[in-house]
């Protein structure tokens, strides 16, 4: 029996459950013996001229061996924006210099050198920054007018624009037609392990960087750049990493700085900043102000939607920029509609720059067009899931194009959506609400339906392609290099089975090994759930390659024909048919000669995971709270390699989901302050507020690897925000209620039923 | 996330900490199980120069039953109060309000004295506290006096302890088995009430009830209580409970919602207290 497929207790938990992992802070690596601490000093006003920067009585604190700013940085260039089209007025200082501008709470200003760490907390205090406040630019609405600009050389905050506006007459022949207004809140990506950095210069010349990341291979080529190094003296090492969730794609500017320090002053330097450092400095995800127009019949049929997105993209505009392009191809998600139009305008605001966060682009996506569904089911008075029933894309096996552009591998979005409500007990929990409305029941049920589609694989800098090695050793043990970055996934456990299914060497003889340049030079790193169908293809690839390099060699050591050879799973090795454990063992020829292959795969396209999920709320309409009661969901993502992995994959998506439908939100005063910089304000889900999950299985493999697996690790988020969203809102329709915005707080749910109230009652009193 | 340098001394008796607060005067600050004080130190929104250590003396734990009264050392940890038989069976709503708070952690490290001197407005034990009209008990350089906890919580974070005096024991009337209520609204179960409301019918025949996060300090709901001391029905009492509230508007809720969410949380604090219906639990809640 094949080992795929089969529940394999993830073999990285022991250490990680135990005395720990060792994340770049915890590393005590001899090259950094001795390494000093650098703090840095951060704005605290969100836009304004910085007027003067005194350190000389931080230079002077105790431990202190250096303190630099704007001055101090020699030919050290400005780190441009990350993507070819953007202007370059956009660009990042590494410090903010006196007449220069910050453009965010968290801006770099100076950066202390201390012998400890604490010392540099104390030290930082005493550098004096003097800002002259500008008005801040805090919503994508303010950045639009232009009537204060964050970068003068630009001359607009209007960072890019993507697709034309709707014909007026797109709507023309839709016998109804809903409108609406929604936002797709600001979210912080809040990775337990905080940023990290460490790097030490060799007498080779070479540097040497730690740092928590997704892909090292991405990052050193940043760091390399920004610093104007040679990518050979460059070293890059991503020790393990405890999330990152899209936020630590690539390098942060810190991590160069860090480098850059090191070499400043001939010692060793270590980074790793606070959670408040963390909930201001690093990328944030989401942040887009939607409009959703949707048009059809009365017999539940669309034939027409829009959607107009405006994105925020923060201070600096990074990646979060383009993600909108995936917002607007994945606009019509799994819905045959005539006619879709998607655009996006993206600017610049006084906010933390925005970057992937799980998803990336697509949970906008289907969020938007999930609302728009049950505005338009509302409208029209039809149930949500029949509504979708009728629109859905057939059931296909052969790659279809749809109207946005993208090209569907394989799907059956029907029978998803069947087999969620089933497990649901979808016609049970409608009747179960109609007696609690009858009722009038102080706490009423609320069932929200969303089916998503979503692309996982897509080129993310790397192509389709990853690539691996596997290398058998004379002690009959294995390694595999991988060019993918876990920081929680499990890849550990699953390439080694990828590589057990094919050798038979047992998983715990099977070493997967990652994130170091010097040994894996090139790879496209975790991100956009694309490890196993691509990095981990590359493993059974190099598997199935090394058996062939084997078969010869064993051929020629048995005197026998290569083709009367075949794998002996139970002996780890070749054996002639039908004879098992009289041949030759991997073991015995590694002996002999090294047995390595190095190989690259390439997918076909994209996949195109989808699913459908069923969310129930219990909502308390007096004080408007909503609790989640139950989640059921098909998250398909073809075939499974191991279904524990899979399903804590699942699991994590759907409660971060949640998180955003009912608590999570980064908020900034007026003056663009941060109002979420502490876990004690900013609210991320937790086992106290989640049910537990009900995972119905469902898997359409894909034509596109030959494991025909999908991504699954941003699938859970995408399906259960607009889920849970439409569960609260459905709790309180009765009450009058069509919309209620994310984070569907209790305060917005008590407001929503307060003001459907009164506009009932008022127009009660004119009829 | 580190705080300033600091002093730390540690003490194994009162006297020693009253001595200790007297020589490093108003720049030392109590540490006792420091889940108020260490978050605000290491946002560096305070810098005490002096920290003297009371989690370590015996003399300050206790949970006993005094005459009519039930007495509580200041470093009780809030598990201690929670699994407490004399406090179950004299005081149920103090334990059940200590299982309420915070997480395991906090409820393992944290101690009522320690809640009670922090004085913050959101604070569970203390509106618990202020609900059974209970008794703060503060040592000095001059010796023992007792406080009623009408007049201890003064404002924003301060109180009636004069300088070099710290909280050694709450006291509380034994309540029995009459009816109490503590109805907390939180985002997630962990967090701070967004307003919270404490009801108990107290041995004189009163009913005490309390409010957290309607103001500056937790605060008692004198109109809701002189209400029902006139026969007012529960619902006509808790439409007065925003009275003498001054609630602030945060991004966790406006002081609209709040001023909403106290007159509900009274309302249904006060029936569950009278017996007419079930608390409204995260449990009760999801079921």
């Known amino acids: 029996m094949s080992i795929l497929g089969t529940r394999v207790v993830r073999t990285e938990d022991p ?27 951060r704005s605290d006003v969100a836009h304004g001229t910085v007027t003067s920067v005194d350190a000389s009585a931080a230079r002077e604190a105790p431990g202190v061996v250096a303190v630099y700013t704007a001055e101090d940085l020699g030919d050290l260039q400005p780190v441009p924006p990350p993507l070819p089209f953007l202007d370059a007025g956009f660009s990042r200082p590494w410090l903010v210099p006196v007449g220069g501008r910050v453009h965010f709470v968290g801006d770099l200003v100076a950066v202390v050198l201390t012998e400890e760490r604490y010392q540099g907390e104390d030290a930082a205090e005493q550098v004096v920054v003097d800002i002259d406040p500008l008005p801040a630019v805090v919503t994508t609405k303010a950045a639009a007018t232009d009537e204060v600009v964050l970068f003068p050389e630009v001359g607009t905050n209007k960072v890019a624009a993507f697709g034309e506006p709707a014909p007026e007459d797109f709507f023309a022949d839709c016998e109804v037609v809903v409108r609406r207004e929604i936002v797709n809140q600001r979210v912080a990506a809040a990775p337990l392990e905080t940023r990290a950095a460490s790097a030490a210069w060799g007498e080779d010349g070479r540097v040497t960087i730690w740092c928590t990341n997704q892909g090292a291979q991405q990052a050193k080529g940043q760091i390399a750049g920004w610093l104007g190094l ?88 990074r990646i979060g920029t383009v993600l909108p392009t995936l ?151 294995a390694t595999v290099l991988t060019g993918t970055s876990p920081h929680g996934q499990g890849h550990a456990t699953t390439w080694a089975m990828l590589a057990s299914e094919q050798l038979g060497i047992p998983v715990e003889k099977i070493t997967v090994l990652h994130g170091d340049t010097d040994r894996i030079p090139d790879g496209g790193g975790t991100m956009g759930s694309r490890s196993l169908q691509q990095g981990g293809a590359a493993v059974h690839q190099a598997a199935v390659e090394l058996v062939e390099v084997a078969r010869k060699r064993a051929a020629e050591l048995l005197e026998a024909n290569p083709d009367d050879l075949e794998v002996d799973l139970a002996n780890a090795g070749l054996s002639v048919k039908g004879t098992p454990g009289v041949g030759v063992t991997w073991a015995q020829l590694a002996a002999d000669e090294q047995l390595i292959v190095q ?31 139950r989640l059921v969901t098909v998250d398909d993502a073809g075939t499974i390699i191991n279904p524990l992995l899979a399903e804590g994959q699942r699991h994590g998506g759907i ?40 995972l119905v299985e469902m898997a359409t493999p894909t034509p596109m690897n030959p494991l025909g697996a999908k991504g699954i690790g941003e699938a859970g988020t995408i399906g259960s925000t607009p889920a849970v969203q439409s569960a609260v809102v459905d709790s309180v329709a009765h009450l009058g209620v069509r919309h209620v915005d994310m984070p569907a707080t209790s305060m917005r749910v008590w407001r929503a039923i307060r003001e459907a109230q009164n506009s009932g009652a008022q127009k009660g009193s004119t009829n | 996330m580190i705080p300033s340098p600091f002093e730390y001394v540690r003490v194994s008796t009162v006297d020693e900490a009253v001595a200790a607060l007297a020589e490093h005067g108003e720049d030392a600050k109590i540490l006792a199980g420091g889940h108020s004080l260490l978050p605000i130190m290491k946002l560096r929104l305070a810098v005490p120069s002096v920290l003297i250590d009371i989690s370590g003396v015996p003399e300050l734990s206790y949970v006993r039953v005094e005459g009519d009264e039930v007495a509580i050392g200041a470093t009780t940890r809030h598990h201690e109060l929670e699994k407490s038989e004399v406090a179950q069976a004299e005081v149920p709503l103090l334990p059940h309000v200590a299982s309420r708070v915070g997480d395991p952690q906090v409820r393992h490290k944290g101690t009522l004295g320690g809640t009670v001197a922090h004085c913050d407005p959101a604070s569970d034990l203390p509106t618990a506290l202020l609900a059974l009209g209970a008794t703060v008990v503060v040592q000095g ?60 019918h107290l041995p004189d025949g009163s009913t005490g009830v309390a ?13 809701v209580e002189a209400a029902l001391a006139e026969g007012k029905s529960i619902e006509e009492a808790a439409e007065l409970a925003t009275e003498g509230t001054s609630p602030s508007s945060d991004m966790h809720a406006d002081a609209e919602y709040r001023s909403h969410l106290a007159r509900l949380l009274t309302r249904r604090a006060l029936k569950v207290a009278a017996g007419e219906t079930e608390a409204s639990t995260a449990e009760s809640t999801a079921a």
């Open chain 1, 327 to 477: 917002t607007m191809l994945m606009a019509a998600a799994v819905y045959d509609i005539p006619k879709v139009h998607a655009q996006a305008t993206c600017y610049a605001t006084n906010g933390t720059s925005i970057g992937a966060y799980r998803g990336a682009g697509r949970p906008e996506a289907t969020a938007a067009v999930e609302r728009a569904m049950d505005l338009f089911a509302a409208e029209i008075g039809m149930d949500p899931a029949e509504v979708r029933r009728i629109n859905f894309i057939p059931t296909f096996t052969e790659p279809v194009q749809t109207a946005s552009g993208a090209t569907y591998d394989s799907g059956d979005y029907e029978a998803a959506l069947d087999r969620v409500l089933e497990a649901a007990g979808y016609a049970e929990l409608r009747a179960e609400q109609a007696r609690r409305r009858e009722r009038g029941d102080v706490r009423q049920l609320g069932i929200g339906v969303s089916a998503y589609v979503e692309i996982t694989g897509a080129d993310s800098g790397h192509g389709t392609s990853e690539n691996a090695e596997l290398e058998v050793h004379p002690d009959g043990t």
């Open chain 2, 211 to 223: 409010l957290a996060n309607m103001g500056g300090v937790v605060l008692r709901a004198s109109a």
């Open chain 1, 599 to 629: 190989t690259t795969f390439t997918a076909n396209a994209p996949t195109f995971p989808f699913g459908a999920h069923v969310a129930v709320v219990m909502t308390d309409v007096e004080s408007g709270k909503a609790v989640v009661t």
């Open chain 1, 655 to 694: 409660a971060q989901g949640v998180g955003q439908a009912l608590l999570e939100e980064i908020l900034y005063d007026e003056d663009g302050n941060p109002q979420t910089s502490t876990f004690a304000d900013y609210p991320f889900v937790s086992a106290t507020e989640l049910p537990s999950f009900e």
């Open chain 2, 141 to 200: 350089p001059s010796g023992r006096r007792s406080i009623p906890i009408t007049e201890f919580f003064l404002g924003f974070f301060e109180t009636a302890m004069e300088e070099g005096e710290l909280v050694v024991e709450l006291r509380v009337p034994r309540t029995g088995s009459a009816g109490w209520a503590y109805e907390k609204f939180t985002r997630r179960e962990n967090d701070w009430p967004i307003v919270a409301a404490a009801a108990v």
């Open chain 1, 15 to 41: 250490l990680f459950l135990t005395r720990g992992a060792v994340y770049t802070d915890d590393l005590t690596d001899e090259r950094l013996t001795g390494a000093l601490h650098a703090t840095f000093v």
């Open chain 1, 230 to 317: 040679d990518p050979a003296l460059v070293h890059l090492i991503t020790p393990d990493v405890g999330g990152g969730f899209g936020a630590k794609i690539g390098a942060d500017q810190e991590y160069a700085f860090v480098a850059w320090l090191a070499q400043q002053v001939g010692r060793p330097v270590r980074w790793s900043e606070s959670r408040s450092e963390n909930m201001t400095g690093m990328l944030q995800g989401r942040a887009q102000d939607q409009v959703v127009t949707i048009g059809g019949s009365r017999d539940g049929k669309v034939t027409a939607y829009s959607l107009e997105v405006t994105q925020d993209c923060g201070a600096y505009p």
